[in-house]
């Protein structure tokens, strides 16, 4: 069983900025394929669906952000999910707006989603796709909060369907593969 994570912040204020690309993923691959999030328990927002006979679960956390770590867990208990299982996709500031990059076992970079992840799971042993939304030199919290703009929505938008393909792949290849097909 695979646990596909999508993360940001709930709430209609955070639909459609940066740091809630996660989410946008998992909403896009869901519509895409006929799925929705029909369950509300541990926290987040879930659904356990098959796909190329293998049982996943996408998962939109519910609470905000650096709180992200405590609802993967309980999901991942409930399923008895390995985290070598776990695919988390997020944003990251040190990538140009709608670049991708897999990765797996790698550091935080910063990201408080990912830090509280690691603590609750203990583990760093679990793959990202991360999702560049840029840097600037303004105040981290309010950039990651805004929204882009239209030449970087547009950008994003096709980072997302680019993800949907990758969430496709990861469920037939190797991880290795997977990262020297996108990366």
């Given at each position: 069983?695979?646990?596909?994570?999508?993360?940001?912040?709930?709430?209609?204020?955070?639909?459609?900025?940066?740091?809630?690309?996660?989410?946008?993923?998992?909403?896009?691959?869901?519509?895409?394929?006929?799925?929705?999030?029909?369950?509300?328990?541990?926290?987040g927002l879930f659904?356990?669906?098959?796909?190329?006979?293998?049982?996943?679960?996408?998962?939109?956390?519910?609470?905000?952000?650096?709180?992200?770590?405590?609802?993967?867990?309980?999901?991942?208990?409930?399923?008895?999910?390995?985290?070598?299982?776990?695919?988390?996709?997020?944003?990251?500031?040190?990538?140009?707006?709608?670049?991708?990059?897999?990765?797996?076992?790698?550091?935080?970079?910063?990201?408080?989603?990912?830090?509280?992840?690691?603590?609750?799971?203990?583990?760093?042993?679990?793959?990202?796709?991360?999702?560049?939304i840029s840097k600037?030199?303004?105040?981290?919290?309010?950039?990651?909060?805004?929204?882009?703009?239209?030449?970087?929505?547009?950008?994003?938008?096709?980072?997302?369907?680019?993800?949907?393909?990758?969430?496709?792949?990861?469920?037939?290849?190797?991880?290795?593969?997977?990262?020297?097909?996108?990366?």
């Amino acid at each position: 069983m695979k646990l596909i994570v999508g993360l940001g912040n709930p709430g209609k204020e955070y639909e459609n900025t940066r740091h809630n690309v996660g989410f946008d993923v998992i909403d896009k691959y869901l519509n895409k394929n006929g799925f929705k999030l029909d369950k509300n328990k541990f926290g987040g927002l879930f659904t356990k669906v098959k796909i190329k006979n293998e049982d996943v679960v996408f998962l939109e956390p519910q609470k905000y952000m650096n709180l992200s770590g405590e609802v993967v867990r309980q999901v991942m208990d409930f399923y008895k999910i390995n985290p070598n299982d776990i695919l988390v996709i997020h944003d990251d500031l040190d990538l140009p707006v709608g670049k991708i990059k897999l990765k797996q076992n790698s550091s935080s970079g910063g990201h408080n989603g990912i830090k509280d992840i690691e603590k609750n799971i203990s583990t760093k042993d679990y793959k990202r796709l991360k999702i560049g939304i840029s840097k600037t030199n303004n105040d981290i919290k309010d950039f990651v909060l805004s929204s882009f703009s239209k030449d970087e929505r547009s950008l994003i938008n096709d980072a997302i369907l680019k993800s949907c393909d990758i969430i496709d792949d990861y469920l037939s290849l190797d991880f290795s593969e997977l990262m020297n097909k996108y990366n």
